[in-house]
């Protein structure tokens, strides 16, 4: 099984909302991703998660609030976002050596994203 | 830090017909990994090849295979026998094995497929 899934596919809030994705793999990949991407752009790295714990936070605002409760769970919690938070939300996974910065050619799985507009 | 440029913005093939998607980068490190996404209008990011830095051999997946120069810091992506399904938006990307699984991504190249 080398399938990341991503719910939901589309999500709509407002300003105001709280609201949640959510990432699954079951690959026993203990790195986990979470990316932005913008319309006919690169996906840019929001946050990284190595054996559950954050290892990398690009400098994302605090709106955004990621959480990883077990190896196979990525969440991302959202709240009071603006209208430019309005992206493709791509969750990605793969292997990851333990003890070691990354070290390893292992590539990327990535999910079919979450279509998000801010209202 | 490691940039990666993808000078074609757009490219147009011909269905059955061969092209040449290129791609440089720009690092200081011996040991890297170099990938080729595809993301169609599903939006799915679909890994194409890889290929590692310390392998001469150029790597090849069915109609897909790569040109890796080191020297000239370049890992362009040869499709050959193009079909209608090609079509899609192709990110080169480079990964350091130093750097804790940071990946970075190229502008991307839109490739259309005509039939």
């Known amino acids: 099984d080398t399938e990341v899934t991503q719910t939901p596919k589309h999500l709509v809030m407002g300003m105001t909302n709280k609201k949640s994705l959510k990432c699954e793999q079951h690959?026993?990949?203990?790195?986990m991703y979470w990316y932005k991407q913008k319309a006919k752009k690169p996906p840019e790295l929001m946050f990284v998660?190595?054996?559950?714990?954050?290892?990398i936070n690009e400098s994302v605002p605090s709106r955004f609030s990621p959480e990883c409760p077990n190896s196979s769970l990525l969440n991302l919690h959202l709240h009071a976002l603006q209208p430019e938070d309005s992206a493709l939300y791509l969750c990605?996974?793969?292997?990851?050596?333990?003890?070691?910065?990354?070290?390893?050619?292992?590539?990327?799985?990535f999910g079919p994203g979450t279509r998000l507009t801010v209202t | 830090a490691q940039t990666v440029t993808q000078s074609q913005p757009e490219m147009s093939v011909q269905e059955a017909e061969t092209v040449t998607l290129s791609c440089t980068y720009d690092t200081s490190e011996s040991d890297y990994y170099l990938f080729w996404y595809k993301q169609p209008p599903s939006r799915q990011m679909i890994l194409v090849i890889r290929q590692e830095a310390y392998k001469q051999q150029n790597a090849t997946e069915n109609r897909f295979s790569v040109n890796f120069q080191k020297a000239a810091k370049s890992f362009s992506l040869k499709i050959s026998d193009s079909q209608l399904g090609d079509a899609a938006m192709y990110f080169c990307a480079y990964r350091s094995p130093y750097n804790n699984n940071d990946m970075r991504f190229g502008a991307g190249t839109r490739l259309t497929v005509k039939p």
């Open positions: 998660y190595s054996y559950e714990k954050l290892s």
């Open positions: 990605a996974s793969s292997q990851q050596l333990p003890g070691t910065g990354g070290i390893g050619s292992y590539e990327q799985y």
């Open positions: 690959m026993g990949h203990r790195a």
